[in-house]
């Protein structure tokens, strides 16, 4: 006990005080008196004593009440009370009303002390009890706040580690240049396959590409050139493969197809259309134009053939041979081109792409993305789009794919021009009708990044969206992935501005570039668009699928939304829905057309055909 302790003493004979107030002064506590009920609860409440002793028989007020009111306030509940009395008939009616103990008049000395040391040790000890469970209950929440942290510091550990790892692994598979396997990847392919022949009837074809002239590109052009030259062939050549074709870039300029033939055939009807396909592609650097050739070798893959380097052997010689004589099973460019008819126009586009800007040649066209919803009964249905642009080409009367118009339009600076013609399009038909855009959750629009490196870009756009007074939060840009890495300040600083302006931001062809995972943290985006290469194929390539498993969770751990492009199947759309992937793009659900109000207001009263 310590003189903090305060003790209040409640009686209305002032001799009883006296006698209390002298037994209890050894116990060196401070001492608090009162004469009436009334003040006993003022004193109470004002001063909170540790302990009460009170007169049971006052005039005012009695010591019940006193108590009853006492224990019926939050500030008095806790105080142990002691009743002093001469009546026993009042201990029990003590207990009732709350009190913690009694004393008997007359009084005895030794059991006051007694009785008051027993209740202050006691409130002592709990107040004690209630400070440790207040400590223990701070620590055990500082513990679960930090285990919270480091198992999510974990877990981002974890999910970046796995993506680093499906990573390498793609990157040990893979060619950086083209994104095809590489000959690590057909060795194994090619193994695997050979002992599959010897026990069961597989009609397979090995193909070996040579582009000739390439070193010609890639000694005048620069290396740059030369790369870009590879990976626009790989794009042709992918386009003409079916999805169980096995294509690869052995190194150089050279490339292996194996496929799957039909009856009778020996890769032939392939070799064929890899020819024509190269007869129409036309390779644009600057002001340069150079037409493609190569060597096809076709080698059959049969029992007699028991290792890839047989297979390889057999290959390099009848390239060697069709590079001398361009004859007997192989087919050079040179003697399909004999054979073919098509025309051979020459490209120029610096003067098409100015005259179409001047024309008014360029069409909007659009794609529906689809919802995947998470149940059954989930809300009402969903429509986004992404609009793709066109270019007319009227001597021909065809359209032409910006596969083929943007790299050329990206070299010769005139990018932003279309890009702006994009927005524009785009935003003037929604203007135009508010009624679709109130059925519509989001439309994309890509943007280049050679675009945003210019500095007005992105004041551009919230011009235009004023100018046509339309909510920036239901557009969504798309930039590629590789081209936000190259120019990452200019991505950075125009993602920053336009996502506080509203609009949403999509990392497009993700999965293909080198984003590290905390690099990933300091850009503005909400999206990410899984790259198609990997999604196409995803449910009968294993290393594309725990490609796309990983980005969808590593998007999960940095609380980005996924959209799968390229769902060609009804099986790859169930793979991703199985991942939790909610938007899937492709032709499987639909695939590009004009962009104008009668074809979006039909696709919006009868949905495309529903998937999973
Ligand atoms: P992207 O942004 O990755 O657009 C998706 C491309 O994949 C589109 O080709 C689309 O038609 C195609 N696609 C859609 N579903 C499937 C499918 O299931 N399988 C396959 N194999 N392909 C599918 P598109 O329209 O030829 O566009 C090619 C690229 O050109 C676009 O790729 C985008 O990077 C660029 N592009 C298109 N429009 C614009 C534009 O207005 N501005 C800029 N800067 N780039 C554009
Ligand atoms: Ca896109
Ligand atoms: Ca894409």
């Not at 008095?76 to 008997?104: C, H, K, L, N, W």
């Not at 030794?110 to 009890?129: K, S, T, Y």
């Not at 756009?461 to 969504?476: A, D, E, G, V």
Request: aromatic share 10%; charged share 25%; glycine share 4%.
């Amino acid at each position: 006990m310590s003189s903090a302790t305060r003790i209040l003493l409640v009686d209305d004979t002032p001799e009883n005080l006296d006698v209390l107030s002298g037994i209890l002064e050894d116990l060196d506590c401070q001492l608090i008196v009162a004469t009436s009920g009334e003040r006993a609860l003022e004193l109470a409440a004002r001063r909170l004593p540790d302990l009460i002793l009170l007169d049971v028989m006052m005039p005012d007020i009695n010591g019940f009440d006193v108590c009853t009111r006492l224990k019926g306030d939050i500030t008095t509940t806790e105080i142990p009370i002691i009743f002093v009395t001469a009546r026993t008939d009042d201990i029990s009616q003590g207990f009732r009303v709350g009190g913690a103990d009694y004393i008997t008049k007359p009084i005895n000395a030794d059991e006051v002390r007694a009785r008051v040391r027993h209740q202050l040790e006691r409130q002592a000890m709990l107040a004690e009890l209630k400070s440790f469970n207040r400590e223990l209950e701070t620590k055990v929440r500082e513990r679960t706040s930090e285990l919270t942290i480091a198992n999510r510091q974990l877990r981002e550990e974890i999910n970046e580690r796995r993506y680093m790892q499906d990573r390498l692994n793609y990157l040990a598979t893979h060619d950086f240049v083209t994104r095809l396997h590489n000959r690590n990847a057909l060795e194994s392919f090619v193994s695997e396959l050979l002992a599959r022949i010897q026990v069961q009837t597989v009609n397979a074809t090995f193909l070996m590409i040579d582009i000739d002239r390439f070193r010609l590109i890639n000694q005048s052009c620069g290396c740059i050139a030369g790369d870009e030259l590879l990976r626009q062939f790989a794009d042709a050549i992918s386009g003409l493969l079916r999805r169980d074709d096995f294509f690869a870039r052995l190194g150089g300029d050279r490339f292996a197809v194996v496929t799957y033939c039909d009856e009778g055939d020996k890769g032939d009807a392939l070799a064929r259309s890899i020819l024509a396909q190269l007869q129409e592609f036309n390779f644009q650097w600057e002001d340069r134009q150079f037409k493609l050739a190569a060597s096809i070798a076709t080698v059959p893959l049969t029992r007699t053939m028991v290792s890839y380097d047989q297979v390889m052997l057999a290959a390099d010689e009848v390239i060697f041979v069709a590079k001398q004589e361009a004859r007997g099973g192989i087919f050079s460019y040179e003697e399909a081109a004999k054979r073919s008819n098509l025309h051979k126009e020459n490209i120029n586009w610096a003067s098409r792409l100015v005259d179409a800007i001047h024309n008014q040649s360029f069409r909007a066209y659009f794609q529906m993305i689809e919802y995947f919803p998470a149940t059954r009964d989930d809300e009402a249905p969903r429509y986004r789009l992404e609009v793709l642009m066109r270019l007319w080409d009227a001597e021909h009367q065809r359209m032409i794919s910006p596969g083929e118009f943007i790299g050329p339009a990206e070299r010769l600076h005139l990018i932003p021009e279309l890009d702006k013609w994009m927005l524009q399009a785009t935003l003037s038909l929604f203007a135009q009708h508010p009624d679709l855009l109130d059925q519509i959750d989001m439309v994309s629009i890509n943007i280049s990044a050679f675009s945003i490196r210019e500095t007005q870009f992105a004041q551009f756009i919230i011009n235009s969206f004023q100018h046509f007074n339309l909510p920036p939060q239901k557009f969504c840009f798309e930039i590629t992935e590789t081209q936000a890495i190259v120019n990452v300040e200019s991505a950075r600083q125009f993602m920053q501005q336009l996502r506080e302006f509203g609009a949403h931001f999509a990392l497009d062809d993700f999965g293909s570039g080198f984003a590290s995972y905390a690099y990933l943290h300091q850009m503005a985006f909400d999206k990410i668009k899984i790259d198609g290469i990997f999604v196409r194929d995803m449910d009968s390539d294993a290393s594309h699928y725990a490609m796309v498993k990983s980005i969808v969770e590593m998007a999960a751990s940095l609380n980005k939304e996924v959209i799968a492009e390229f769902v060609e199947t009804e099986a790859v759309a169930q793979k991703l829905y199985a991942l939790g992937v909610r938007w899937g793009q492709g032709y499987h659900h639909h695939r590009p057309q004009a962009l104008n109000y009668q074809s979006l207001q039909k696709l919006l009263l009868s949905p495309v055909q529903q998937t999973t």
